[in-house]
């Protein structure tokens, strides 16, 4: 019998919200510590608007999944592997930037990619859930309590997932697209197992965001400058897109078949890509630039990151624009603070959610019938 999704409103914003705790797993996209615990902080300028010095983020100030913690009134998440005063009472973020769907291995991607992988992800909240409910359970003191998770929590929290740029960016980089399109299943295959796996440990509430439009990377159209006739009506690599929205047409079907399949669980497709795309789309209408122009760094002459130095001549600097809030990409490859606001406000009005329920003026309840 298949589930239905019914959604309750809440009676007003003053309720306690939906969600104890939000579990994230994915990329640089949301990405709040992972690689900066693990291989050296992220530099400044990023965090230099929103937190005024580096936050871990690949961003200038705040990524979408801070946006989703602030409209249900939860703290920012702390990665997982912070290890100095972190408090995972309210969830933990697993994502990590450079990570992919696919277990990273060098025949399949080679050297450089982030080896903390999407099951690598399971695998530490999988450990986290283990020991916290441990010492939850032995804890003798309030105080002991308040930086942990509550284990009935762990069935109640929003597990939210934003992966699989990075697994498509890299063959894109490698492979003709026909070719890339053809490893999609493999990919989504490895999703779907993620999905199931939080699944068996008691997740129910799943909040899935496809990948965005790759083609519109102001890094992409630099680097790959759109041959005549494969540049859409925005500038954009409309075959890179393309791979893009094959990918999201099959996460989509996974996600269909999950939801008959795991029927006491609530899974909502995000379409991300649609609201980057409009946003991309009318870039002008919303007061920004043109959305192939970049905040910080120097994709175009030197290659240079965003917190990175090129002399030439003896002077130049990968400096940051006067005026970030007029930009939609910050770097190049990731988007602005103020682009991340747009687009996380109008997922989470439901706009691109299938099926469509706000967080939290919504709250999902699974039935079966």
């Not at 779907?192 to 129910?204: D, F, S, V």
Request: charged share 20%.
């Amino acid at each position: 019998m298949r589930g239905i999704v019914l959604v309750v409103p809440f009676l007003s914003s003053s309720n306690a919200c939906s969600f104890p705790a939000i579990y994230n797993f994915g990329d640089s996209n949301s990405d709040t510590g992972a690689v900066s615990a693990a291989f050296g902080r992220v530099p400044f300028p990023n965090g230099k608007t929103f937190f005024g010095k580096p936050s871990g983020r690949f961003c200038v100030g705040r990524l979408i999944i801070d946006f989703i913690a602030e409209r249900l009134g939860l703290p920012f998440l702390n990665a997982y592997l912070d290890s100095l005063q972190p408090n995972f009472q309210h969830g933990a973020n697993f994502a990590a930037s450079g990570s992919t769907i696919q277990p990273v291995d060098g025949k399949l991607f080679g050297a450089g990619f982030n080896p903390l992988s999407l099951n690598i992800q399971l695998s530490q909240f999988e450990q986290l859930k283990e020991r916290s409910t441990e010492l939850y359970n032995q804890a003798k003191t309030s105080q002991i309590k308040s930086n942990l998770p509550r284990p009935e929590d762990f069935s109640k929290a929003l597990y939210t997932l934003d992966s699989g740029q990075n697994d498509l960016q890299f063959w894109l980089e490698s492979m003709r697209e026909e070719q890339v399109k053809a490893s999609i299943p493999n990919i989504i295959d490895h999703f779907a197992l993620a999905i199931e796996k939080l699944y068996q440990e008691g997740a129910r509430k799943f909040w899935i965001h496809n990948t965005g439009p790759i083609g519109c990377l102001p890094s992409m159209v630099i680097k790959y400058p759109p041959k005549p006739g494969n540049a859409d009506q925005n500038g954009c690599i409309r075959p890179f897109n393309e791979v893009a929205q094959e990918f999201n047409k099959q996460l989509r079907d996974t996600v269909s078949r999950l939801r008959a399949q795991l029927h006491d669980a609530v899974l909502i497709y995000v379409d991300i890509y649609s609201a980057k795309f409009t946003l991309i789309t009318e870039a002008k209408k919303h007061g920004f630039v043109s959305p192939f122009e970049y905040c910080c760094g120097n994709w175009r002459e030197h290659d240079a990151k965003c917190w990175e130095k090129v002399i030439v001549n003896g002077t130049f600097g990968a400096a940051i624009c006067n005026d970030p809030s007029k930009y939609i990409s910050w770097d190049g490859i990731h988007y602005t603070e103020y682009a991340n606001h747009w687009i996380a406000n109008g997922i989470m009005d439901g706009s691109f959610s299938d099926p469509p329920g706000s967080i939290p003026n919504a709250y999902f309840i699974s039935h079966s019938v």
